[in-house]
């Protein structure tokens, strides 16, 4: 089987450090305090964290173990002293903070209980933040919009840098995560991950891949580990490509020198002037059409049938991007796939829940029914998994199941904009409309009538063996 990777590219200035890091072949996971930006890792140790004994006893033995450590002391002291989080988070816990100075002070004394239970949600806080590293980077979609070129100038100091193109394989080192940009920034998890961030566990990071929805157009990815400087070889990470522009003409053959021969250093060229605004590599190709035909990406992902055992991660993992999926649905699907009315698919991203579909032989759509057309209902892809063709993979399970009973295959579609991604993959796959219009849960309005924009206002699509 072909390895499953992924692309994504990182803008540098073209410095020391960068010289360096490309020289050794390593990254940097850089702490929140480093970044300086309360947009890169958002944790605020939740009220209810008294509510956990045990987890209050593995806090004050990872705090103990922390001011043992003298380097680790001095670290996390430097990083309060410096940081705006610390007037952020003494404004946000105002009702126990009274005397900032009197909590750097117990950091030269013997840390004591009272001492633990009066600080104890913002060492919680701040533990994660000293404890966790991000390597932040984007999506070669970025190439697809103008902001590439402001990211570009912004980050490799007015185009005088450079743009590195990656490959990571996926199947090791950790996942690389999309963020999931929101109006606003929150975060629900329990003391327990900050505790595990603090004994070098980085496996589940999907809460804390959120930034605001201003920042879109930057369509970041994040790997997380514990900070510093780390070989790329150990997140499977091999560079493709370094991408540059005629301002570091001059510094062209250093370059050279120190990246592999198999690795590409294209020229690019701004789009400022042009109709498209879109980074190019000559007057035809865009950057983006460039990576696209050269570094084709491999995407393999496991899926099989819905069993017990996927449901608490399947419930787990939609809950922590805000969609809730109860688990009495997962239960009543499991059901009917055992009595033969339904079959489900799970697909995993290495060990990660990334996504599901189900097919319903008997439809509750009449159309459906009455010409015996299955209808394949429910698909939903996690958001940190999006845009990596899994949908497209869960859907040719699903049409090929379908396909052993019928010539014809059904699927229901909602009106609203959140729909728009679904809508436009289903014609791209061959669906077209019924011809018998809309339903409002299952019935017909008729001309004239109101109904209510959501979910159960759906248009029916069908697709023929060919």
């Known amino acids: 089987m072909n390895k499953n990777t992924q692309l994504f590219v990182k803008f540098v200035p073209w410095n020391e450090n960068t010289y360096r890091s490309l020289k050794n072949k390593t990254i940097k996971f ?17 009220d209810y964290i008294d509510a956990y004994e045990q987890g209050r006893d593995r806090i004050k033995k990872v705090v103990e173990k922390l001011f043992g450590d003298h380097s680790d002391r001095a670290a996390l002291v430097e990083n309060l002293k410096m940081s705006r989080y610390t007037s952020q988070s003494i404004k946000d816990f105002s009702e126990i903070f009274d ?31 000293t404890s966790v590293g991000i390597f932040s980077c984007s999506d070669i979609k970025i190439f697809q919009t103008p902001w590439a070129q402001l990211l570009y100038a912004y980050y490799a100091d007015s185009l005088k840098g450079l743009a590195l193109l990656y490959e990571q394989e996926v199947d090791k080192g ?16 329990t003391n327990i991950g900050a505790l595990r961030w603090a004994e070098k566990d980085f496996n589940d990071m999907g809460n804390f891949g959120n930034k ?10 994040r790997i997380f580990d514990s900070p510093g400087v780390k070989p790329t070889s150990d997140f499977g990470i091999e560079l493709k490509a370094v991408l540059h522009t005629q301002r570091i003409q001059d510094d062209l053959c250093k370059i050279r020198e120190i990246i592999p021969k198999s690795v590409e250093l294209k020229e690019i060229h701004a789009g400022y002037g042009s109709k498209s605004h879109l980074f190019k590599v000559d007057k035809d190709t865009t950057v983006f059409q460039w990576v696209e035909s050269n570094f084709p990406q491999k995407k393999n992902f496991e899926i099989r049938e819905l069993t017990d055992s996927d449901v608490d991660q399947l419930v787990s993992r939609f809950k922590s991007q805000r969609l809730e999926k109860p688990k009495s649905t997962f239960e009543t699907y499991l059901a009917e796939q055992k009595s033969g009315e339904r079959v489900c698919w799970v697909a995993y991203d290495r060990s990660n829940c990334a ?18 057309i299955p209808e394949i209902m429910d698909l939903n892809v996690l958001p940190l998994f999006r845009n990596k063709g899994i949908g497209s993979q869960l859907l040719d399970v699903a049409e090929k199941e379908a396909a052993e009973r019928s010539s014809t295959i059904g699927i229901g579609v909602g009106l609203y904009k959140d729909y ?21 849960d299952y019935s017909f ?19 023929k063996r060919l």
Not at 99 to 119: A, N, P
Not at 355 to 372: A, C, D, V
């Open 30 to 46: 850089s702490t929140a305090y480093e970044l300086n930006d309360y947009n890169e890792f958002y944790y605020m140790a939740p």
């Open 99 to 129: 005397d900032f100075q009197g909590f750097l002070q117990c950091f030269d004394r013997q840390f004591t209980d009272e001492d633990f239970e009066k600080w104890l949600r913002f060492l919680v806080e701040n533990i994660a933040y």
């Open 174 to 189: 950790s996942l690389i995560n999309a963020v999931n940009y929101v109006d606003r920034l929150r975060c629900e998890q």
């Open 212 to 221: 605001l929805d201003i920042w879109k157009h930057e369509h970041e990815l």
């Open 355 to 372: 996504g599901y579909i189900t097919l319903k032989w008997q439809s509750q759509y009449r159309p459906f029914q009455e010409n015996n």
């Open 420 to 440: 728009g991604a679904a809508q436009r993959l289903y014609v791209k796959r061959g669906y077209i409309p019924d011809g018998e219009g809309i339903t409002c």
């Open 445 to 463: 309005p008729k001309p004239g009538d109101t109904v209510r924009l959501d979910d159960d206002l759906v248009l029916w699509f069908t697709k």
